[in-house]
């Protein structure tokens, strides 16, 4: 069965509202999550590192005032895309670490069209 | 900064068929991976390599870590429709933080 879930699959906003994504491990416990987006027929772009009860660590070109993780349990982590624009639809994909990189299990994704 | 460059891009072939893909890296990477991604899902762990030179089956899947650690390949072996998909490489370089190549699309021809 499924290790992480994501939450919505789908959404579709009209630009200038925020939209909020979850992760959920629904098997572990995890202090550690990441987030990905993917635009289409490319590959995962990390970007950023949520660590629960701190402060998510984001990749260089990540804006983190536009993209707002709240890991604030062992089994849940958000990501708010905030003042979504266009540009920002993409297929965001989290990941949930267990143990070692052979135990990273991502999401089923959430597909975010801004129009 | 550091890149995978994995080809082929895309490939055609006859169900039965063997397919074989890989990754280059001009950086050393200490553990290399290999996923699945289906259509608007997220990867599927295949394989882990974790030591140069290793190399690892899962079913009709094979993979090896490169001595030098700077490229990996995937076989798959006798082709079946479910193999359909996207395969990716990832090589961690920190902290457990992945970096992935392009992806190859994996197109089973009727």
């Known amino acids: 069965g499924a290790v992480v879930s994501q939450h919505p699959s789908r959404v579709i906003c009209k630009s200038g509202t925020s939209v909020k994504i979850e992760c959920r491990s629904l098997?572990?416990?995890?202090?550690?999550m990441f987030w990905y987006r993917q635009f289409p027929k490319q590959s995962l772009m990390l970007m950023a590192t949520s660590n629960e009860g701190s402060k998510a660590t984001y990749e260089q070109g990540v804006e983190k005032d536009k993209f707002l993780i709240n890991h604030a349990s062992l089994t849940l982590s958000t990501l708010t895309v905030t003042s979504a624009h266009p540009e920002d639809s993409s297929f965001y994909i989290c990941?949930?670490?267990?143990?070692?990189?052979?135990?990273?299990?991502f999401g089923p994704g959430t597909r975010l069209t801004v129009l | 900064g550091q890149q995978l460059n994995q080809s082929p891009q895309s490939m055609f072939i006859q169900e039965g068929e063997d397919v074989s893909m890989n990754c280059t890296s001009s950086s050393i990477f200490n553990t290399w991976l290999w996923y699945k991604q289906d259509p608007g899902e997220g990867p599927v762990l295949l394989i882990a390599?974790?030591?140069a030179g290793e190399l690892t089956s899962n079913g009709r899947l094979t993979a090896q870590f490169g001595i030098t650690r700077k490229d990996s390949f995937l076989n798959i072996s006798a082709s079946i429709p479910s193999d359909v998909g996207i395969y990716f490489c990832a090589g961690d370089y920190s902290n457990y933080q992945l970096i992935w190549g392009a992806g190859t699309k994996l197109i089973i021809k009727p």
């Open positions: 990941s949930v670490l267990a143990g070692g990189l052979d135990t990273q299990y």
């Open positions: 098997d572990f416990q995890a202090t550690t």
């Open positions: 390599l974790y030591k």
